[in-house]
């Protein structure tokens, strides 16, 4: 009846955003006077991109621990012991079959590198120190790697003495079918480490 809104519940993502909406009672809500209450649907906006990638069909999916991968957020929480896991992919598979690259930089949190001075698509800046560094090239002359259909997934335990720190990830497909055709970024994500 009229009490429905003392009920909060989560009904899915009904929007299709990778972010689940909450439906919310609304108490006293009885506009065709039958006792039957009503709710609202409250849409969780999508989170602001931080570390903006190409914009390209090439995606990061990360989570700490046993959360599920996730590329909407791309700033993260992590402490000394946590593992880290990094997935990037195309979806389309525009970039199946190609070279697939993760670079990598360490800041102090809340200083970002910023991104490679005229490419803005490139968080990763070798002109601030500490520098980036590969932590996976595909490019190997004697065994090359391809980027699998489903991308390509990496996990990192977090050792201690990080606090206060960060690292950003970023990953990239060489490809003549990017947009600047030599390759492709996805947006970075962060994991700040905390005690």
Same mark, same amino acid.
């Given at each position: 009846?009229?009490?429905?809104?003392?009920?909060?519940?989560?009904?899915?993502?009904?929007?299709?955003?990778?972010?689940?909406?909450?439906?919310?009672?609304?108490?006293?809500?009885?506009?065709?006077?039958?006792?039957?209450?009503?709710?609202?649907?409250?849409?969780?906006?999508?989170?602001?991109? =931080?570390?903006?990638?190409?914009?390209?069909?090439?995606?990061?999916?990360?989570?700490?621990?046993?959360?599920?991968?996730?590329?909407?957020?791309?700033?993260?929480?992590?402490?000394?012991?946590?593992?880290?896991?990094?997935?990037?992919?195309?979806?389309?598979?525009?970039?199946?079959?190609?070279?697939?690259?993760?670079?990598?930089?360490?800041?102090?949190?809340?200083?970002?590198?910023?991104?490679?001075?005229?490419?803005?698509?490139?968080?990763?800046?070798?002109?601030?120190?500490?520098?980036?560094?590969?932590?996976?090239?595909?490019?190997?002359?004697?065994?090359?790697?391809?980027?699998?259909?489903?991308?390509?997934?990496?996990?990192?335990?977090?050792?201690?003495?990080?606090?206060?720190?960060?690292?950003?990830?970023?990953?990239?497909?060489?490809?003549?079918?990017?947009?600047?055709?030599?390759?492709?970024?996805? =947006?970075? =994500?962060?994991?700040?480490?905390?005690?």
């Amino acid at each position: 009846g009229d009490q429905a809104g003392y009920a909060v519940g989560g009904v899915g993502d009904l929007d299709g955003d990778g972010l689940a909406e909450i439906a919310v009672g609304a108490r006293w809500d009885d506009d065709a006077s039958v006792d039957a209450g009503s709710f609202r649907v409250l849409r969780v906006p999508s989170p602001p991109v =931080h570390y903006p990638g190409s914009r390209e069909d090439l995606f990061m999916f990360t989570a700490v621990e046993s959360a599920a991968l996730d590329r909407r957020l791309d700033i993260k929480i992590a402490r000394a012991g946590d593992v880290l896991h990094v997935n990037w992919r195309s979806i389309q598979g525009t970039f199946d079959r190609v070279a697939p690259i993760l670079v990598a930089q360490f800041f102090t949190t809340g200083s970002p590198p910023g991104p490679y001075p005229g490419i803005s698509s490139v968080q990763i800046n070798p002109f601030v120190s500490p520098g980036p560094f590969a932590v996976f090239d595909g490019n190997n002359v004697a065994i090359p790697v391809i980027m699998p259909p489903g991308g390509l997934s990496l996990s990192f335990l977090t050792p201690p003495g990080l606090v206060g720190n960060s690292v950003l990830f970023q990953g990239m497909a060489v490809s003549p079918l990017s947009k600047n055709g030599i390759f492709a970024t996805t =947006h970075a =994500h962060e994991f700040r480490f905390r005690p």
